[in-house]
């Protein structure tokens, strides 16, 4: 499975069919038990730090040192991608007023919502400015405004040629949203359905749930 | 280096530790106040300094409070971090689950020695103004050296567990047993086994045998065999009229103890919860 720069591969799959495990395994904080993750071309196992260079990771459910305030943490982070404290604060607070959370630089993060904290999960992730952003379920429990948001986010990230794995059992918004998706069920990747594909299945009024609940044997 | 500047800032910066730290400070302070025979008018030339009963009283506090600081620092400084996923948000930047490991254990080691470095420093200059002589430098050496190996044992240990444990709830309650067998309950684990298990009663000698064997796998029975070994005494259970306990003069050699065996000892016990707990962050995660 591959995901090109400037594209968003969509990641469909049942709760519990290996998505969220791929995408820890894909960002190295868990080790495959068999193949190899390859973050252009550097092994996430055995080329760790260089190959998390390039990383963004948002997960499901974010958790964050509690006693920390937003820019201190971005601060340290920003400390093994060798940016300096000066700059990580500058883009930082530009991250946090982006992602409407420019207000809330004095609060410590164990009072941040979960919302809040996924929204800075996307900050941390961006600070670095990486080119290949894993997003697991990070439509997942927005609402309208924030899923409209989040498009036109994709969307600018995907024209400035970023590679991004999305995550979702929302299939209507990988439709909408992603270029290809990738199927998984059971931890095997079924099909990767292009977009041509993806276009002819939509195109006469069908449903991507229809074709993926087709594939999976539902 | 990173990671290490923004743990330690980290580990100065929790309550805990800076609790614990005053506390092991204060309890040197008040080693001071009774190493100078408080009441007492004692003129400056008769004034003795006994390493052994110092030896004594550090041991009975800093037994303590070395291993509840450890295990703390360990709980709040990683494991904690680790079973809520905290962690997985260092971990997935550019830096190897070994160095956030090796980084955090460093900060906690930091935190001890400092506050062993304090404590020790007011213990020395408390003999040098009332005895008008400093500890001997073997004698300092050998107190940072026990607690530095049980600091390090505990701190291990807790990282090996956060390893092996997967919810905050668990790791606290093997915290606490941890804490329980190895620290508080110990020396009565190796009598209850000598006279249960042994039938070590009637005779000291084969007491302090089988006492000095078990005490090489606790690292609070460490501190015991070191004692041991810089007293040459120990307190042996007999029960040859009545159950009673008896400080006896030994020959620490005789039983094992030797310079050799405990730097051995010391440095596993400094070394092997830790490797393992590396171990397992590399290969089972």
């Not at chain 2, 070994?98 to 930091?110: C, E, K, N, P, Q």
Request: net charge positive; charged share 20%; aromatic share 10%.
């Amino acid at each position: 499975m591959n995901v090109n720069d400037g594209e968003v591969l969509g990641f469909a799959g049942l709760n519990g069919a290996g998505k969220t495990t791929t995408i820890r395994m894909a960002a190295g904080i868990i080790y495959p038990t068999s193949g190899t993750v390859l973050v252009d071309g550097k092994d996430i196992v055995k080329e760790k730090v260089q190959a998390s260079m390039n990383i963004g990771w948002v997960p499901e459910f974010p958790n964050f040192e509690p006693n920390a305030k937003p820019l201190t943490l971005l601060k340290y982070y920003a400390g093994f991608y060798g940016i300096r404290a000066d700059d990580a604060v500058r883009r930082g607070k530009e991250l946090l007023d982006m992602f409407d959370l420019g207000d809330e630089v004095n609060k410590k993060l164990k009072n941040y919502s979960q919302g809040m904290k996924k929204r800075f999960s996307l900050v941390a992730a961006l600070l670095p400015d990486p080119k290949n952003l894993l997003l697991d379920e990070t439509l997942n429990g927005l609402d309208p405004e924030g899923i409209r948001f989040m498009r036109k986010f994709l969307a600018d990230l995907r024209s400035k040629g970023k590679a991004i794995l999305l995550s979702s059992h929302i299939l209507t918004e990988l439709e909408n949203t992603a270029d290809r998706v990738a199927v998984i069920h059971k931890g095997k990747l079924l099909e990767i359905i292009e977009r041509e594909k993806l276009t002819s299945i939509t195109s006469d009024g069908g449903k991507l749930e229809d074709y993926f609940f087709k594939l999976i044997g539902g | 280096m990173n990671t290490i500047f923004y743990d330690l800032r980290r580990t100065f910066r929790s309550r805990f530790v800076i609790v614990m730290m005053l506390i092991i400070i204060l309890s040197a302070a008040l080693i001071s106040y009774a190493l100078t025979n408080p009441g007492q008018n004692i003129p400056k030339s008769q004034r003795v300094l006994n390493v052994s009963t110092l030896f004594l009283i550090v041991n009975g506090i800093f037994s303590v409070l070395i291993p509840i600081m450890a295990i703390f620092e360990g709980y709040v400084a990683y494991g904690a971090d680790r079973a809520s996923g905290v962690l997985e948000s260092v971990i997935c930047r550019p830096v190897t689950k070994t160095g956030v490991l090796i980084s955090r254990f460093v900060a906690g080691m930091i935190a001890i020695i400092i506050a062993l470095a304090i404590a020790i420093a007011i213990i020395d200059a408390t003999a040098l103004s009332y005895y008008s002589k400093s500890l001997p430098l073997q004698d300092i050496a050998a107190l940072f050296w026990i607690y530095i190996v049980e600091g390090a044992a505990f701190l291990g240990l807790m990282y090996l567990f956060s390893h092996i444990l997967k919810s905050q709830t668990s790791l606290i309650g093997v915290a606490i047993a941890v804490f329980l067998v190895l620290d508080i309950l110990w020396t009565t684990i190796v009598t209850l086994v000598a006279f249960g298990v042994f039938n070590a009663g009637s005779s000291p000698s084969k007491f302090i045998s089988i006492e000095t064997v078990m005490d090489f796998i606790s690292p609070t029975g460490y501190e015991a065999n070191m004692l041991l070994y810089l007293t040459k005494e120990t307190t042996a259970f007999v029960r040859s009229s009545g159950l009673g306990a008896a400080t006896l003069s030994v020959n620490p050699a005789s039983y094992g103890v030797t310079l050799i065996s405990l730097a051995l000892i010391g440095i596993a016990w400094m070394v092997v919860p830790v490797l393992l707990a590396y171990m397992l962050a590399m290969k089972r995660d």
